[in-house]
C-alpha cells in the first residue's frame, strides 16, 4: 500500500500512531494497551468524521476553540492569501507586518477603553507565562519589586509551561513536575462541589474572601496579582455564584494588585458576551486570550494590556525582554481577523446570548431529572452535567469506577464527542450548532447517561 493510500486507514495509522506519535495528557501505556486512538480525518460544521467513517456531533468544539464550526473557507483563504503574500515575518527588532497591526487595533476595540495594548504569543500557556514576567516587570518598575507572588485558584487551568501550571490548580500537574515559587492557590468557587451546606451567593462571598485572607497571610506588599477564569472551564465549567467576582474584585483594589481575567476559554463570545468578565462585572489589568481568537484555525494566543500596567513601561522605557519568534504570525493575524469578521457579519456573540445559548440551557436542563444527575448548569454554550451516584444524597460514584470516563467513552461510541473533567461532563459546541443538533447532543448524552447508569449499577 502507498503512502498515500494510508492517509485515512484506521489500522495503519494506528500501527505508525502507537509507534512514533506522543500524546499530551494521556496515560500512555493504557493508550496502548486499549483500543488505540480514534484518527479524525475529516470535519464540517459541527461534525466530524473519523478514519472509520463513523460520524460525531462536536460538543466540545475540539478544545473549546472551534467557535465558528469547521469548514469556513474564509479562513482557508485568510490563510492562503497571506501565506502567498508574507508567510512570516517577526515583530522583532523594529519591523511588524499589516495583519499583526490590524488584529492590535481590532482587539482594543472590543475591550474597555482603558485597554489599548495587546501582546502576540502562541497559545494561552505563553500568554500566561507573558503575563507572568510582565506583572513582576511591571512591580518592579513601580519600585515594589517585591510583589512577585501570583495567587490563582485549586483547579483553575491556565496552562501547561511551567510557569502557566504553576498559576493552574490542577494538583497532578504539580506533584509530577513541580510549582514554581513564587505561586499560592486559594479555593476554588465550585458550589456544588464544595459549598452545598451553604447558600450560593454567602458561598461566593466565602470563596472570594479567601484571597482576602491569603494576601493578608503572604502579605499585601509581596502579592503581584490574582488570576482566574470568569467560568473555569477545564476544572468542570465551573459557575461562580454572582457575589464571587464582584468581592474578588474588590479585595484586588483593596490591596492595590493586579487581577488578570484568563478568557482563553470564555473569550470571543462562548459565555453569550464577547469577554466572559463583561458578564460578572470583574474589572480585569490583564487579559490573555487563545482558542476562540482563531477559532483554532491556527496557533494564536494574546495578552490584553491595560494602560495601568502599560504605561509604566511604555513611559520610563528599557526593554521588556521577552517574545516568541512567531509573536504576530502574520498568517495566525490573518485568519483570527477574517474569524471575527465572521463572528461579527453572523452576529454570534448575540446568537449565544439570545437565541442558541438560553435553547441548550431549556435542553440540557431536561437532562437534571436522570437518576445519576446531580446538578446541570449552563452558561451561554458552555456546559455542565454533575454525575452522582445517588441523587438524593449527592454523594459521587466510587472514584475508582471512574463514572466520567465511561460516560465519555459512550459518548464516543455514540457519535456524541463530550468531555469528562472528572465526574463532570461537559459541554462546549460551536456557535453556529442547530437547535435540532443541540436536540441530537442532549438526546445522545441521555443515551451515554443510561448506558453508564446500567453500566455502575450496583
Ligand atoms: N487558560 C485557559 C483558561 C485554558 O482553558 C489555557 C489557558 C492554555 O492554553 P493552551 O493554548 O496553551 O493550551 C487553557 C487551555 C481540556 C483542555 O481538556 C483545556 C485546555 C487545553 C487543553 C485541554 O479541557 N485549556
Not at 223 to 236: L, N, R, S
Not at 339 to 346: G, P, Q, S, T, V
Request: charged fraction near 20%; proline fraction near 5%.
Amino acid at each position: 500500500m502507498s503512502a498515500l493510500s494510508n492517509l485515512h486507514d484506521h489500522d495503519a495509522l494506528n500501527a505508525l500512531d502507537g509507534a512514533h506519535h506522543w500524546h499530551p495528557f494521556t496515560d500512555t501505556k493504557a493508550l496502548g494497551e486499549g483500543g488505540g486512538v480514534r484518527v479524525i480525518t475529516r470535519a464540517d460544521g459541527v461534525e466530524l468524521w473519523d478514519a472509520k467513517g463513523q460520524t460525531y456531533i462536536d460538543g466540545m468544539s475540539g478544545l473549546w476553540c472551534v467557535n465558528v464550526g469547521y469548514g469556513r473557507k474564509e479562513l482557508a483563504d485568510a490563510a492562503y492569501s497571506q501565506m502567498l503574500e508574507l508567510p512570516y515575518y517577526n515583530t522583532f527588532f523594529k519591523t511588524a507586518t499589516p495583519p499583526a497591526i490590524h488584529l492590535a487595533a481590532r482587539i482594543s476595540d472590543l475591550l474597555p477603553e482603558r485597554f489599548n495594548r495587546v501582546f502576540f504569543v502562541n497559545s494561552g500557556s505563553e500568554a500566561n507565562d507573558t503575563i507572568a514576567r510582565l506583572v513582576r516587570h511591571y512591580w518592579a518598575l513601580e519600585g515594589e519589586p517585591d510583589r512577585r507572588i501570583i495567587i490563582g485558584r485549586e483547579n483553575g487551568y491556565h496552562g501547561s509551561t511551567l510557569a502557566a501550571s504553576s498559576m493552574g490548580g490542577m494538583s497532578p500537574m504539580h506533584d509530577q513536575a513541580g510549582l514554581l515559587d513564587g505561586f499560592e492557590h486559594i479555593m476554588q468557587p465550585y458550589w456544588f462541589g464544595e459549598g452545598r451546606d451553604m447558600d450560593p451567593a454567602a458561598f461566593g462571598k466565602k470563596a472570594a474572601r479567601a484571597l482576602d485572607e491569603k494576601i493578608t497571610e503572604l502579605g499585601a506588599e509581596n502579592v503581584a496579582a490574582f488570576i482566574g477564569e470568569p467560568v473555569q472551564g477545564a476544572g468542570g465549567v465551573i459557575i461562580p455564584p454572582e457575589t464571587y467576582w464582584p468581592e474578588i474584585n474588590r479585595i484586588c483594589k483593596k490591596h492595590g494588585i493586579l487581577l488578570i481575567a484568563d478568557e482563553v476559554i470564555c473569550g470571543f463570545g462562548r459565555t453569550g458576551t464577547w469577554f466572559g468578565f463583561e458578564q460578572f462585572g470583574i474589572e480585569p489589568d490583564l487579559i490573555p486570550m487563545a482558542k476562540g481568537i482563531t477559532s483554532g484555525y491556527l496557533p494564536l494566543g494574546a495578552v490584553a494590556v491595560s494602560d495601568r500596567v502599560a504605561k509604566p513601561v511604555f513611559d520610563k522605557g528599557g526593554e521588556f525582554v521577552h517574545g516568541f519568534t512567531y509573536s504576530g504570525h502574520p498568517a495566525a493575524a490573518a485568519v483570527a481577523l477574517a474569524n471575527l469578521d465572521i463572528i461579527e457579519r453572523e452576529n454570534l456573540v448575540a446568537r449565544v446570548a439570545d437565541d442558541i445559548g438560553p435553547y441548550f440551557a431549556e435542553r440540557l436542563a431536561t437532562l437534571g431529572d436522570h437518576p445519576i444527575v446531580g446538578e446541570v448548569r449552563s452558561i451561554g454554550l458552555l456546559g455542565a452535567i454533575e454525575l452522582v451516584a445517588d441523587r438524593k444524597t449527592l454523594e459521587r460514584f466510587d472514584k475508582k469506577l471512574g463514572a466520567g470516563s465511561v460516560c465519555r467513552d459512550h459518548c464516543m461510541d455514540l457519535g456524541l464527542v463530550m468531555r469528562a473533567c472528572g465526574e463532570t461532563m461537559v459541554l462546549a459546541p460551536p456557535f453556529i450548532v442547530s437547535r435540532g443538533q443541540v436536540d441530537e447532543i442532549v438526546k445522545l448524552a441521555g443515551s451515554a447517561l443510561d448506558r453508564t447508569a446500567a453500566d455502575l449499577d450496583g
